[in-house]
């Protein structure tokens, strides 16, 4: 018999976020298991109400990178790489969602820098 993790989890942790609608952890990763639904609106609404939440630095710049791939698969990359700048501490993945969404929007040279910064962590 198989189970289905994710649309398990989605059920299990909407239920959770119902009932604790303060836990911005909790809506943050509710917003990524939409996102793997592909329910890439959903997410996008469920980790905005995380970012309005979350008060951690370390939490918020996870956040914001959720946030900046989320509105990249929607289309609104200008959104994505203002989100991606407001990240205080970047990462491999931030970079490269930054990247990813200057080269949807055709700027190819400033996407060239961001995924040339990236190789300090390879």
């Given at each position: 018999?198989?189970?289905?993790?994710?649309?398990v989890?989605v059920d299990?942790?909407?239920?959770?976020?119902?009932?604790?609608p303060?836990?911005?952890?909790?809506?943050?990763?509710?917003?990524?298991?939409?996102?793997?639904?592909?329910?890439?609106?959903?997410?996008?609404k469920?980790?905005e109400?995380?970012n309005?939440?979350v008060?951690?630095?370390?939490?918020?710049?996870k956040?914001?990178?959720?946030l900046?791939?989320?509105?990249?698969?929607?289309?609104r990359?200008?959104?994505?790489?203002?989100?991606?700048?407001?990240?205080?501490?970047t990462t491999?993945?931030s970079?490269?969602?930054?990247?990813?969404?200057?080269?949807?929007?055709?700027?190819?040279?400033?996407?060239?820098?961001?995924?040339?910064?990236?190789?300090?962590w390879?």
């Amino acid at each position: 018999e198989k189970m289905f993790g994710v649309v398990v989890g989605v059920d299990s942790l909407s239920s959770y976020c119902d009932r604790n609608p303060g836990d911005d952890v909790a809506l943050c990763q509710l917003g990524v298991l939409y996102e793997k639904m592909g329910l890439v609106r959903s997410g996008y609404k469920v980790m905005e109400m995380s970012n309005k939440l979350v008060k951690n630095t370390v939490e918020k710049d996870k956040v914001l990178t959720n946030l900046g791939r989320l509105l990249t698969k929607l289309g609104r990359c200008e959104e994505a790489i203002e989100h991606y700048q407001a990240i205080s501490s970047t990462t491999f993945y931030s970079q490269v969602g930054l990247a990813m969404a200057h080269y949807s929007l055709g700027n190819y040279q400033q996407a060239y820098e961001a995924y040339e910064s990236c190789l300090h962590w390879l």
